[in-house]
């Protein structure tokens, strides 16, 4: 039974990854309030939701992760075409202290669909107001900026 199940889940995966394509690539970012990082990004062509994972270095480390809904996209010129978003991130870290936060995003970028709608070059800036609870909790506020490349499947 075990195996008829597996089976099942592999076929219902497999079927799904040909209803969608998919796109997964890499940005680098700066905010101000935190440094820069790298990260894994990732979208679905027919749901207007980005994530993306983010893990930066040093003497402290962060994981953090995102979650946008594109609610307004349209073309600007060509392949170029603007987004205006909202999300949520959440942030994980280590160093003299245990750090943990969330914050909402409001995305606003340009992006491209280039060599038959295989890569997405982008860039965008975030404001973010977020609330810190580990060490201490407060308010933060922050303005990143991100460029990055998806390319589709």
Not at 9 to 23: I, R
Not at 46 to 69: C, R
Not at 78 to 87: N, Q, S
Not at 140 to 148: F, H, S
């Amino acid at each position: 039974m075990k195996k008829i199940i597996a089976a099942f889940c592999l076929l219902l995966a497999a079927g799904t990854a040909q209803v969608f394509s998919y796109g997964v690539g890499i940005q680098g970012g700066y905010g101000f309030g935190r440094g820069g990082a790298g990260a894994v990004t990732f979208k679905l062509d027919e749901l207007p939701y980005v994530f993306a994972v983010s893990i930066s270095g040093g003497e402290e480390v962060f994981i953090s992760g995102t979650a946008d809904y594109w609610f307004k996209t349209d073309t600007l010129y060509g392949p170029a075409r603007y987004f205006v978003g909202a999300g949520a991130g959440l942030a994980i870290g280590t160093g003299d202290d245990f750090f943990l936060g969330a914050a909402f995003r409001v995305p606003v970028g340009i992006n491209a669909f280039l060599v038959d709608n295989f890569v997405e070059p982008y860039i965008q800036i975030v404001p973010e107001l977020g609330l810190s609870v580990l060490p201490h909790v407060n308010m933060t506020w922050d303005v990143g900026a991100n460029i990055g490349v998806r390319f589709w499947f």
